[in-house]
């Protein structure tokens, strides 16, 4: 006998979990389906935000930059530490316990809504009358039928052609995360978002990293003011960018890696490295969802077509997150779920693309939301910008940690913020503050306007506000 619900959700990652919750939230009978096995083969539900991703690399970055501090910079502050020393075993044990309290969170969180979890492969069977029949192959064979389905089945790491990962010597971010020792020299390919945290990870502990990118520009999705100054940090502290690459030929053997690679002006290399961390994009994950049962349209990176919101091809099913197309973000993937959940019980869900933050946790971190000033310049729309240096803020001082500023950038006529750029310290936290003032269609002289606590990083927010009138008042 197949168990029936109102909606079978496959995939427990940020985008499948929450919508979950909130379906059941809203009185809709559920169950999740997910496969994700750890070490002892019991379910660990978070997907790869909370197993491989947001929450691990947070968690390395943190325990790194505890290291880099007592190394560096606890001098400044009259503090000596004598014989520092990194247990690297006890750093990924941390972040393993912290990885398993969000596994067990959600597990209590499934519970508390009445959210049944299956652990296993959700797949298409066939649509019936009462609904899609789902089989989850796991310990337990399991016939499902719900009557929609929310696809949220996330990415994988995008391997290099004819490179496969064997997580030993090359790495994706799964055994970039579970690195036993810190090797003495690191290769990056990709300086994206995950080549950029996991090279800062193990740089701070030691290694001599080198990263290879293919485009010619320095993250260049990103406000290049911003990116400029994020670069200058980076090669500071000792990360080796070469931007403009061509990767050729890479051996792998017991003592290490070799990469064949061409710089910018087309001359041959050679990198040799303990290690290599690809990280070039991260593919959707449509395997062994048997798609074609339901006549569900894939695109040609194989992620899941879907409309404006979440609808695929297949009445009442839906896809969310890493699987359908745009930014792949955990918090993208919950306003996704969120959203399709409250679709489903007929009211309005609603995500808006123009204001997702995007944080990248660096030292010093970079963050934004809207448009940049190259997006603006090329769509030929008139707008003022006002940016402050960190430096001349009085909490970024006493941090002692001044590097960086803000940019806002508003709309010429109606001062509308049509964008925010951070690099510095706690750029991720200072973000939501314009996220909001952008939902709220603020202009920068609301922001000049509100009073910001002082002494707080927050200060320069508001003077980059005042900035776009240009009367900054502290510079
Ligand atoms: P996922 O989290 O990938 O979850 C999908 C789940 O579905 C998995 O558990 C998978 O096992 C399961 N599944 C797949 N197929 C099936 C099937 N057929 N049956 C059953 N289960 C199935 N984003 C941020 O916003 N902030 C960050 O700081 C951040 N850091 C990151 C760091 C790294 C190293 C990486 C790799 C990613 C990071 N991301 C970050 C991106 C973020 O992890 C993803 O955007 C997010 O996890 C996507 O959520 P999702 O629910 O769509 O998919
Ligand atoms: P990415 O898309 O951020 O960066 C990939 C980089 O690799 C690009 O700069 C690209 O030009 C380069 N590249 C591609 N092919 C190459 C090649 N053959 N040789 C050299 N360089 C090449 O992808 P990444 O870093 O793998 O991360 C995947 C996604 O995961 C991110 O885009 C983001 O959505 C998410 N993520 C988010 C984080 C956050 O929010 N803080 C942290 C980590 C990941």
């Known amino acids: 006998m197949s168990k029936q619900f109102d909606v079978i959700v496959i995939g427990a990652g940020p985008g499948g979990y929450i919508a979950a919750i909130r379906a059941a939230q809203l009185g809709m009978s559920v169950a999740c389906v997910d496969e994700w096995k750890n070490s002892k083969g019991a379910p660990a539900l978070g997907g790869t935000c909370t197993n491989v991703g947001c929450i691990p690399s947070k968690a390395l970055l943190q325990s790194s930059e505890h290291f880099e501090q007592a190394q560096h910079h606890f ?66 064979e399991e016939t499902l039928v719900g009557k929609q389905v929310i696809v949220a089945t996330g990415s994988n790491a995008r391997a290099l052609p004819g490179v496969p990962f064997d997580e030993e010597m090359i790495l994706s971010n799964d055994g970039a995360l579970r690195l036993g020792a810190v090797p003495k020299k690191l290769g990056l390919i990709g300086s994206g978002v995950i080549g950029l945290e996991m090279g800062s990870v193990w740089r701070r502990l030691g ?16 406000d290049q003011q911003i990116a400029r100054e994020a670069h200058k940090a980076l090669l500071k502290q000792g990360l080796k960018i070469e931007l403009g690459v061509k ?48 006549g569900l349209q894939l695109d040609e990176r194989g992620a899941i077509v879907v409309d404006d919101q979440c609808r695929s091809n297949v ?44 944080v990248i946790y660096t030292s010093p971190e970079i963050a934004w939301v809207g448009q940049t000033e190259q997006q603006l310049k090329a769509a030929g729309r008139a707008y003022k910008a006002g940016t402050f240096p960190f430096l001349a803020n009085g909490r970024a001082r006493a941090l002692g ?35 909001v003032a952008m939902e709220f269609r603020a202009s920068s002289e609301d922001i000049a306007r509100i009073c910001h606590a002082h002494p707080s990083l927050s200060e320069a927010t508001k003077e980059a506000a005042l900035a776009v009138d240009k009367r900054t008042l502290n510079f």
């Open 75 to 140: 001098a400044e502050h009259g503090i000596s530490v004598a014989d520092l020393k990194m247990d690297v075993a006890k750093m990924v044990g941390r972040k393993d316990t912290v990885v398993k309290q969000n596994n067990d969170g959600i597990l209590y969180l499934f519970k508390k809504n009445k959210v049944s979890f299956f652990h296993g492969r959700g797949s298409f069977v066939q649509a019936t009358e009462g609904g899609y029949q789902i089989q989850v192959a796991g310990a337990v």
């Open 207 to 222: 290694s001599d990293v080198t990263v290879l990118e293919a485009l010619p520009t320095f993250l260049g999705a990103v």
């Open 247 to 294: 990767v050729g030929a890479i051996q792998s053997g017991k003592q290490g890696v070799s990469v064949e690679w061409t710089n910018a002006k087309g001359e041959a290399q050679e990198l040799q490295v303990d290690k290599l961390i690809v990280s070039i994009g991260r593919v959707p994950n449509t395997t062994g969802l048997n798609a074609q049962a339901v």
């Open 315 to 358: 009445p009442g099913v839906w896809a969310v997150g890493d699987v359908v197309r745009g930014p792949m973000l955990a918090h993208k993937a919950e306003e996704e779920g969120v959203a399709v959940a409250e679709r489903m019980a007929g009211q309005h869900g609603h995500v808006n693309f123009n204001t997702i933050p995007w």
């Open 401 to 435: 940690d001044t590097t960086g500023m803000v940019k806002m950038l508003a709309d010429a006529a109606t001062d509308e913020i049509l964008g925010v750029h951070i690099v510095g310290p706690l750029a991720s936290e200072l973000i939501a503050e314009c996220v």
